[in-house]
Nanobody
Framework: QVQLTESGGDLVQPGGSLELSCTAS????????MGWYRQAPGKQRELVAS???????NYLDSVQGRFVISGDRDKNTTYLQMNSLKPEDTAVYYC???????????????WGQGTQVTVSS
């Protein structure tokens, strides 16, 4: 089994910054990618940022230039540095990882429990 543990969600004022972190643990043979999704009330879950094991990054247009995703392969951890936060960034943020749990068989998507980010004055 693979577990994803997230931390860092909080209440922050507009223009402020937060850093989210997510660590994968358990049966991990190799990690293909890790990323962050978010879901606001009444809206669909959307991909915010992702990073592959090779370091290729992808961002949602609305966070480009404000958010930075990074990863520590040795620690199976990904970080999301969020700057210049806006009220519309308010959502539950979910960590996702695509992982091969063993040397044989397919890769699977795993999810964290979610962490609340609220941007409000």
């Amino acid at each position: 089994q693979v577990q994803l543990t997230e931390s860092g969600g909080d209440l922050v004022q507009p223009g402020g910054s937060l850093e989210l972190s997510c660590t994968a643990s358990g049966s991990i043979f190799s990690t293909i990618s890790m990323g962050w999704y978010r879901q606001a009330p009444g809206k669909q879950r959307e991909l915010v940022a992702s990073i592959t094991s090779g370091g290729v990054r992808n961002y949602l247009d609305s966070v480009q230039g404000r958010f930075v995703i990074s990863g520590d392969r040795d620690k199976n951890t990904t970080y999301l540095q969020m700057n210049s936060l806006k009220p519309e960034d308010t959502a539950v943020y979910y960590c996702n990882a695509r992982i091969f749990p063993s040397a044989v068989g397919p890769a699977y998507d795993y999810w964290g429990q979610g962490t609340q980010v609220t941007v409000s004055s």
